[in-house]
């Protein structure tokens, strides 16, 4: 298995507070990639990263924010937790344009 | 809405039948590709199709590109139970790093 970790992989938060989440590699890959997975929508691409430093926007970015301040580590940064960003969030790596991904397991996130 | 589009969205068959799932998609890409995920778990990669492919075999899967319809086929063969998962595609675009999904087709293979 690629070495991609989520953490948490389990959270619950109320409404209204700050939330992080990180996705932590081993494998050196240059992209890294946010999905948010809802019933009925698959994956959205919520921010993705092409290097250290360099983050771009993906299909539903409005409410989150990301940093890549090392090439192992690409964080999720909820700001202000709603109820809609109730979600399972998955990370995902790959190592160029023309490759595969490889997905973490999933963090579940439940705002309250 | 999304970049890709599974078609149809939910399929069940039984076993030994083939299976063919059906993707179309808005931008121009370097690559299209399928994952599988099963339930509360992660995607994991199945095939890769490139842009200048028309068609790609893995084992019992059959992968079609029509670039001129924005279109990929994804068939099962000789389906079984194992099978059962939810199939989705996903367009590496050829302009910039994005790697989109759709929506996904969810398949049960009844044995």
């Known amino acids: 298995d690629a070495g991609i970790t989520q953490s948490p992989r389990h959270k619950v938060t109320e409404t209204g507070t700050p939330v992080t989440l990180r996705c932590h590699q081993t494998e050196n890959h240059r992209y890294m990639y946010w999905y948010r997975q809802d019933p009925g929508h698959g994956l959205r691409l919520i921010h993705y990263?092409?290097?250290?430093?360099?983050?771009d926007k993906g299909e539903v970015s409005d409410g989150y924010s990301v940093s890549r301040s090392k090439t192992e580590d690409f964080l999720l940064t909820l700001e202000s937790a709603t109820s809609s960003q109730t979600s399972v969030y998955f990370c995902a790596i790959r190592d160029g344009r023309e490759s595969e991904a490889f997905f973490g397991q999933g963090t579940r996130l439940t705002v309250v | 809405s999304q970049q890709g589009e599974e078609d149809p969205q939910a399929l069940s068959i039984q076993e030994g039948e083939n299976a063919t799932m059906n993707c179309s998609y808005k931008?121009?890409?370097?690559?299209l590709q399928w994952y599988r995920q099963n339930s509360g778990r992660g995607l994991v990669h199945l095939i890769l199709?490139?842009?200048?492919?028309r068609e790609k075999h893995s084992g019992r899967l059959r992968v079609t590109l029509d670039t001129s319809k924005k279109s990929s086929s994804l068939l099962i063969t000789a389906s079984r139970a194992a099978d059962t998962a939810s199939y989705f595609c996903a367009t590496s675009h050829l302009a910039g790093n994005m790697l989109t999904f759709g929506g996904g087709t969810r398949l049960m293979v009844k044995p």
């Open positions: 199709i490139r842009s200048n492919e």
């Open positions: 931008t121009s890409i370097n690559n």
């Open positions: 990263s092409y290097g250290v430093k360099d983050t």
